[in-house]
């Protein structure tokens, strides 16, 4: 399952006042891991950058100038979120930003359900609790002490560590979601743990661990399987 985190910051809050994107980072997620593949582009609004914008990415007018138009990078964005659901937090500000873009260049608008909203999904998951991403960081214990200003690559990559705990922690399959919700795995102190006294035979084949010793290698460096560390 192919998802793509994608956060875009901007010159302002409405698109339908001229408001424009000035930067797209993505990154993309294979069965929720990361494979170290991004999509980052800063952008050339066409326009003044206002102070208050300004303030929160730190992204000059001077140093945008010389960037590519949305219309020159408009290809290769589709290309790299085709077929894939996005991951947005605060999805509908970033696709009525993005939809808006597309649409000024002749290109046809993303639905709606193409994206997840993962604020939609803090704030079910935890009624009443602050969901912002800096939040969320907080409550999950990832490191965002690099993130001094809003800057979309960044924001996508701690967004695809927030959305792997939102969706269960980093073993969702096994029900450990509420192991997370501190940064701390609860321990069952009446679960007994003993040594099976004749291992089990492996069901894997040769072919199998194979393939998947390639996957993992193909993953990359930047992917999260490969920064985890296994202690005995």
């Not at 649409?103 to 999904?121: E, F, Q, S, Y």
């Not at 922690?169 to 096994?174: A, E, M, S, V, Y």
Request: charge should be neutral; charged fraction near 30%.
């Amino acid at each position: 399952m192919r998802e793509i985190v994608l956060d875009t910051e901007t010159t302002g809050l409405d698109p339908t006042t001229g408001d424009r994107i000035v930067e797209i980072g993505a990154v993309e997620l294979l069965n929720h891991l990361p494979t170290g593949k991004t999509f980052h582009k800063y952008l050339n609004p066409e326009r003044n950058m206002p102070e208050e914008a300004q303030a929160v990415h730190g992204l000059t007018e001077e140093f945008l100038k010389d960037k590519p138009i949305f219309s020159q990078i408009a290809d290769d964005f589709l290309a790299f979120i085709k077929g894939s659901r996005l991951v947005i937090h605060n999805a509908s500000f970033d696709m009525k930003f993005i939809n808006a873009e597309l649409a000024l260049v002749g290109k046809t608008m993303l639905p709606a359900d193409t994206a997840i909203d993962t604020l939609g999904i803090a704030r079910k998951k935890f009624p009443g609790s602050p969901a912002s991403l800096d939040a969320l960081c907080r409550r999950f214990n990832i490191d965002n002490s690099k993130r001094t200003l809003h800057g979309a690559l960044l924001d996508s990559e701690i967004l695809a560590e927030v959305y792997l705990e939102l969706i269960g922690g980093r073993q969702p399959d096994f029900g450990l979601s509420d192991a997370y919700n501190t940064g701390k795995r609860k321990v069952d102190e009446e679960r007994k743990v003993f040594n099976r006294p004749k291992p089990l035979k492996t069901r894997l084949t040769v072919k199998e661990k194979e393939a998947h010793t390639e996957f993992v290698k193909n993953l990359g460096a930047r992917a999260m399987w490969n920064k985890l560390v296994i202690k005995s």
